[in-house]
């Protein structure tokens, strides 16, 4: 049987095109795996990776395009993955083909058809089978069961019969409990050497222990924590880096350090190998101990979920961090050459003024030169306290996490807005805070994130290392200014200018900085353009600069400045009383 697997449309971060994540699924490795090892041909198509490459038009064509050239591949069958916020995509994918071909059977799994799969099947027909949880060992059954249209007996199985039945919905949560039975992934399905990637990432495990309010991973693993051995794992990465020659990996699993016992197995099979790996964390499940035999091994990277500043949310979300943990182990980190990210929520549906605050200010005390923190919006996510508590009451403003797959069909936006359950990280819950006060915490350090964390650490001195003070700040001067619209580049630099002065050195390091980060983002772009044949230079002809190159006048010596910059960290001088001229 000829199996087509879809990879997810999900929008990068960054809200560029040109920076879609390409990486290889997974999960779909993992499925496909399993089929080519039951005798099946497996192939999988990366809607990301040819939107990319411009083979795909993200726009109003997208869909049936991207129909047609499934189709043509002839499958006996086409397998999507969906997250909350890519499900747009497979489902009008899915309505074509059912369309053109009424007999494909179509196949959905993954988290968000795990939590919906009863609402999934009752109101859209183009799915023929889900598959929830961990689909990996009962693939092959699935498939094989494909031509007669019943799958009794296979767990964790929703479907419909031949000819449109009434759905079926099997018992059971399917769970590979041992991840090192898993057939080893076969990434030739994927081009490799054409995707332009630093690093590779392979699945270390599954599942979180923890009890977050607003997170499905339990959900959807069962709260079951597993790890591939050590001896697995660094199988796999001797693999890659034979075949493909990377030595960069990102070890994924929602949560790596829960057992160190493993851990530590996993550095001592690894140590000595000349990779470099990245994971994700809790500061409480890491120690200085642990961090320094992880950077011994080759760990160069970590991502922590911070969540809330605020104790009282801690408790509320049920994280339960211990918030005096934070920056004693970003700084351990630091000093041992890891690389960290501090990621905040903001948009609790509990979440007070003060809550906030706290979270902008522990945000702004972990920016150093080896911490990137970030603040997202909370996403409505099916499957979770938060959602079966406050799923009812969703609200649409037209403002998404920056991840959801653009709406670019005629229906898209009827459809997010009739079926909010299950469009459900399109919409927001209603909190205790203005909508907009959130919105514009997040689009903020964004901007923010952009000075870099030596400019910012130095100038939070003039709120008293408080970030909420100078995000609440810069909120009040744009409202009294009459500025609407959502804080950018611009409307940051105006206030620098307007509340320090033109001539301050403040104002040229913000313009610096902001500019300096602008023309970066453009370099990528030009990066991507065919390069040119070299002109012939007249010198005695005049020069006229490109549109791509911006000049600053008027500006201090930044350069000079962030060199001194550390003095100035380490002194309790107010540099708002700092007052310099322009050198020119």
Known sequence: ?????????????????????????????????????????VQIYDPKRLIKWGRLSYDSTLYERAALELLAERPDTVGFTALGCSFLFALNVAALLKRYEPDLPILLG??????????????????????????????PDVLAKLEQRNFDGIPGLS???????????????????????????????????????????????????????????????????????APRLVTELDRLHERYGFSDFKLDHDLFTVNKRKILEFCEEVKGRGYRWRASARVDCVDAELLKKMSEAGCVGLYFGIETGSERMQQIAKKRLDLSLVEPT??????????????????YPEELEQDQADTLDLLGRCFGPSCLPQLHMLAPEPGTPLFEEFGDRLEYDGYAGPYNAFLVGADDERLVNEHRDIFSTYHYYPAALPRDQYIFAVE??????????????????????????????LRLWAGDKGMTGRPDSALVEDYVSCTFGPRHHLTSLFRHALWAHAARSQQRLLQELPELPAANFDP?????????????????????????????????????????????
Not at 466 to 473: D, E
């Open 540 to 584: 005695r002809q005049p020069c006229q600069l490109g549109s791509h190159v911006n000049v600053l006048s008027d500006v201090h010596d930044c350069n000079l400045l962030v060199e001194r910059m550390d003095v100035h960290q380490a002194s309790s001088t107010c540099v708002r009383c700092e007052w310099s001229q322009p050198a020119g």
């Open 330 to 347: 970003l700084a351990v980190a630091h000093e041992l050459g890891i690389e960290t990210t501090a990621s905040f929520i903001t948009g």
């Open 110 to 139: 993954g988290p968000h058809a795990t939590m919906l799969h009863r609402q999934i099947l009752a109101r859209f027909s183009q799915f023929d089978v889900i598959v929830r949880h961990e689909a990996d060992e009962i693939f």
């Open 159 to 229: 479907w419909r019969g031949a000819r449109g039945l009434e759905p079926h919905f099997n018992p059971g949560s399917p769970k590979v409990e041992d991840l090192d039975r898993l057939p080893i992934v076969d990434y030739d399905l994927y081009p490799i050497a054409d995707l332009d990637l630093d690093l590779l990432r392979i699945e270390a495990g599954r599942g979180c222990p923890f009890m977050c309010t607003f997170c499905s991973t339990a959900s959807f693993f069962q709260r079951s924590f597993r790890l591939k051995s």
């Open 1 to 41: 049987m000829k199996v087509l697997l879809v990879d997810n449309l999900v929008m990068p971060e960054e809200g560029s095109l040109d920076l879609l994540d390409v990486h290889p699924h997974l999960g779909l490795l993992s499925l496909a795996a399993v089929a080519t090892a039951d005798g099946h041909t």
């Open 444 to 473: 903020a350090i964004d901007v923010l994130r952009r000075v870099g964390p030596l400019v910012l650490r130095y100038f939070l001195k003039v709120y008293n290392g408080q970030l909420s003070k100078l995000v609440c700040a």
